[in-house]
């Protein structure tokens, strides 16, 4: 994974007080919810992966939960 896309993953763990994790797993809780989404649209944002990379990054998600998250 790449370096800036866990430093991203991190300040927003950080943010809302989530480990990253948790950011990265399967768990659902609004908070957790919340930090991923912020970061996975910072790293579209701020990167040039596509949809399938960062779903594959985010573990292992779908492309479509990936842009379901930028809306």
């Known amino acids: ?7 991203i993953i991190e300040e927003e763990g950080t943010k809302l ?4 994790f ?3 797993g399967r768990r659902r809780t609004k908070r957790v919810v919340e930090a991923r989404k ?3 649209r ?3 944002k701020e990167t040039c992966y596509s949809l399938a990379e960062l779903g594959e990054m985010f573990g292992g998600r779908d492309h479509t939960t990936i842009l379901h998250h930028l809306k």
């Open 22 to 24: 948790e950011i990265l």
């Open 42 to 44: 910072r790293c579209r």
């Open 1 to 7: 994974m790449s370096g800036k896309i866990m430093e």
């Open 17 to 20: 007080g989530v480990p990253s």
């Open 38 to 40: 912020n970061a996975i």
